[in-house]
């Protein structure tokens, strides 16, 4: 009886050596992952001030960060195995969201129609997603290591309310500019006959994207919102499985 209870203690005990280790490696993995996507945004962030600085106009910026953006805005698809394997606790379906809209705009707004690229718009979100990850990352960098200086967690979890909606005009903005460039050229469309029987406008699709920010940005607005209350008040939210 002492043997299986004793032999029962051992497994158990090895079992939390391998949940400790586990741990550790994905702490680690998580915070090489946001001090390099801090970084990076900085290297962003840098990039376009000195190009104003030099240049006095925003045209031409977007072509010579365009490189360094598409790098690290599609090296964010890693969150999205993060929380599908568990090592961060947040829904997948609402990191899936972000980040694909936002490599989404990068790659197929963007980067594939050179005409809109100059556009104020464009601009627009590309400083505030600059600021809000250069916030979000450092955030989730300095918790992770256990040093969070309160300004950090303030502009966290306050500058959002006024970057996001801004981010979500400019975003609108682009893709409107978008649409009589997609509509002349007929890029990425399909048209019949073809011999996969199969239609697609691109520039529909475009519009069907628009209109999905009515139903989305409420939600994931909101989401921030109920984070808000939760982290600088301490609120207890209770929200459903998604």
Not at 11 to 18: D, G, L, M, S, V
């Amino acid at each position: 009886m002492a043997s299986s209870e004793e032999d029962g203690t051992v497994e158990e005990k090895e079992n939390n050596n391998k949940r400790r280790t586990k741990s550790a490696v994905a702490t680690a993995w998580l915070t090489f992952y946001n001090i390099a996507m801090t970084a990076g945004w900085l290297v962003l962030a840098i990039a376009m001030m000195r190009f104003y600085i030099q240049k006095g106009t925003h045209k031409g910026l977007y072509r010579s960060i365009a490189r360094t953006l598409k790098f690290f805005q599609t090296f964010a698809l890693l969150e999205v195995g993060h929380c599908a394997i568990g090592i961060v606790r947040t829904s997948v379906i609402v990191t899936g969201v972000q980040v694909c809209s936002r490599i989404f705009m990068v790659w197929f707004i963007t980067n594939s129609i050179r005409q809109i690229q100059n556009e104020e718009s464009v601009i627009l979100f590309l400083v505030v997603w600059t600021v809000t990850e250069i916030t979000r990352y450092s955030y989730y960098t300095f918790n992770l290591l256990h040093h969070l200086p309160y300004f950090i967690k303030w502009a966290r979890y306050n500058l959002f309310i006024v970057l996001y909606p801004l981010g979500v005009v400019g975003e609108l903005l682009t893709i409107y500019a978008a649409l009589p460039f997609v509509r002349r050229s007929g890029m990425y469309s399909m048209r019949l006959p073809n011999k996969y029987n199969v239609s697609f406008d691109y520039y529909y699709c475009l519009i069907i994207v628009m209109l999905s920010y009515i139903p989305l940005f409420p939600q994931l607005f909101f989401h921030m919102l109920r984070q808000r209350r939760r982290v600088l008040h301490g609120e207890v939210i209770v929200e459903k499985d998604d």
